[in-house]
């Protein structure tokens, strides 16, 4: 059996009572706290930057999981750190010098991590691997919470997971977008060992309860 770590994404939460979301993910069984960042450049969307960040991981209790999707991450990196990230992971499509940025990244005290759009093949991390604590698979176009699970990730995962085993890298594998409890199961058969989850976890009634689901053992 395996449980998931399950990394609850804030840009689903009510920004007018921020402290209030984190404080129910503070008190849920919640492993990560996810933050996306968005420029409005590398997605067609804009989320929120660092002192709202900065302001959030004062208070937040879990590992802090940031997303970046920006363009020209390697600018930010030493901000992210100060602004609390324990995972700092960056887009290969937005990285000319991918190697460069995950060095920077660890000489930065924070953990590194890589995220693949839906389009962009796992043999791209051939020569990254090693040096990675974190892949991560978006299950959906990057830019907007509250989309549908494009269903070629379960393949995806599967080819991250043995590219993974055959390497003997120890790089996590992180699922983002389109999470639900019906689905949360599937994916972590196919390798996930981290689950994002936004809108099924703040669209919820009862959000504790919700991320005590996604959080259930599955027999791997
Ligand atoms: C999308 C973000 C996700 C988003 C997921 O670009 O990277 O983290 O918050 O939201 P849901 O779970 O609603 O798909
Ligand atoms: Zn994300």
Redesign the pocket.
């Known amino acids: 059996k395996k449980t998931p770590l399950i990394a609850p ?1 804030l ?2 939460a009510n920004f007018l009572e921020i402290g209030k979301d984190v404080d129910m993910i503070n008190n849920s069984v919640a492993d990560w706290l ?1 933050l ?1 960042v968005m420029d409005g450049r590398f ?1 067609p969307n804009i989320s929120f930057g660092l002192p709202v960040i900065s302001a959030v991981t004062k208070v937040s209790k879990k590992v802090n999981d940031m ?1 970046l ?1 920006i363009e020209e991450p390697e600018k930010y990196a030493e901000a992210f750190a100060k602004a609390g990230a324990d995972y700092l992971t960056v887009h290969i499509e937005a990285c000319r010098h991918l190697h460069r940025n995950i060095q920077q990244i660890k000489s930065l005290g924070m953990k590194a991590g890589v995220a693949l759009n839906p389009h962009t093949s796992v043999s791209q991390l051939e020569n990254i691997i090693a040096d990675l604590d974190l892949v991560l698979i ?1 299950s ?1 176009n ?6 549908h699970f494009i269903d070629q990730t379960y393949i995806k995962l599967r080819q991250v997971r043995d590219l993974i085993r055959r390497t003997g890298s120890n790089a996590l594998i992180e699922v ?4 639900t409890t019906q689905n949360a199961a599937l994916v972590v058969e196919a390798g996930a060992d981290v689950l ?5 976890v703040f669209a919820s009634h009862d959000p504790l309860a919700t991320i005590r689901e996604l959080r259930q053992p599955v027999t791997v």
């Open positions: 994404s840009l689903a996810h996306d997605v997303h999707m978006m959906v990057p830019g907007f919470g509250g989309q983002d977008g389109g999470i994002v989850a936004g809108s099924s």
